[in-house]
């Protein structure tokens, strides 16, 4: 053993404890794929309806009178927080229908209607064959007034979202939350879905360019999304003060050592 070789042991161990930790990068070898790859990406998305989503639904005609019968009481569904004031709530709170959970809407005239897990398209169609049969020329409306989205661990804004359309992305809530933090794993994002009472937890790959192709890349109202720590991160939270205190007071011997073992080597160097 000599000088340089303990020099080089040295180098070694501080750069591979303070290298950049690997799978930071999101899609890696993207560049890679191939063209059936590529063209698996190109999915649709179908929000579906589920239970406790609160559905604006509006019927309009030109002939007013015929879809009348089909407008709310003024006591409809009020969002929370909202004022309940009888009449003078907000237009789209008396348009408002809350999907129970039988996953049914309670809607004027028609009665109880059977609505989970069906597209907004296939409700709308639904709806308006029923309300043909008395207003033909009426139009129906709907929209997922309650779509909100939550994510939490490691991300910088941690918060469940409000959005404003029927469809949004793992990386555009990621976005929303500020993106992930230098600690996040990015192998290892959990995806927490009820469909309609089903619990579904997926783990998702956000290094892996195929997340785009994953049925779970576009969310459904209601899901939530945990980023889990990387291994480094999960071994300092394992680290007490008082064991910092121990790593700092061995960091010091060790560095005395390394320093002592460097004189004595350099010293024998220059008796011979």
Avoid at 211 to 239: C, E, G, H, T, W
Wanted: a neutral charge; hydrophobic letters at 40%.
């Amino acid at each position: 053993m000599n000088r340089h070789f303990f020099c080089a042991v040295l180098l070694v161990l501080f750069f591979g404890s303070c290298r950049t930790p690997k799978d930071i990068a999101y899609f890696q070898g993207i560049e890679q794929l191939s063209e059936e790859q590529k063209a698996a990406m190109n999915q649709k998305y179908v929000p579906r309806i589920c239970i406790d989503d609160a559905l604006v639904i509006f019927v309009t005609s030109p002939d007013r009178e015929t879809t009348a019968q089909f407008s709310p009481s003024p006591f409809g569904y009020f969002m929370p927080g909202d004022n309940e004031i009888g009449i003078s709530a907000t237009t789209q709170n008396l348009y408002t229908y809350l999907v129970d959970e039988k996953g049914e809407i309670n809607f004027p005239v028609l009665g109880r209607i059977y609505v989970a897990g069906l597209s907004i398209n296939e409700a709308t169609r639904m709806l308006e064959a029923k309300i043909w049969e008395t207003a033909p020329l009426a139009m129906v409306h709907i929209q997922i007034a309650n779509f909100k989205v939550g994510i939490i661990g490691e991300v910088k804004n941690p918060e469940i979202y409000a959005i404003k359309t029927s469809r949004i992305s793992i990386l555009e809530l990621i976005a929303k939350a500020g993106d992930l933090t230098i600690f996040a794993d990015r192998k290892n994002v959990w995806l927490h879905r009820d469909n309609n009472g089903e619990k579904v937890h997926v783990r998702l790959d956000l290094t892996d360019p195929m997340i785009f192709a994953s049925p779970y890349y576009y969310l459904q109202q209601n899901d939530m999304v945990y980023v889990m720590q990387n291994d480094a991160q999960k071994r300092n939270a394992r680290i007490s003060d008082s064991d910092n205190t121990r790593a700092t007071f061995l960091t010091a011997i060790v560095s005395t050592l390394s320093i002592t073992v460097s004189a004595i080597i350099n010293l024998r160097g220059q008796r011979k």
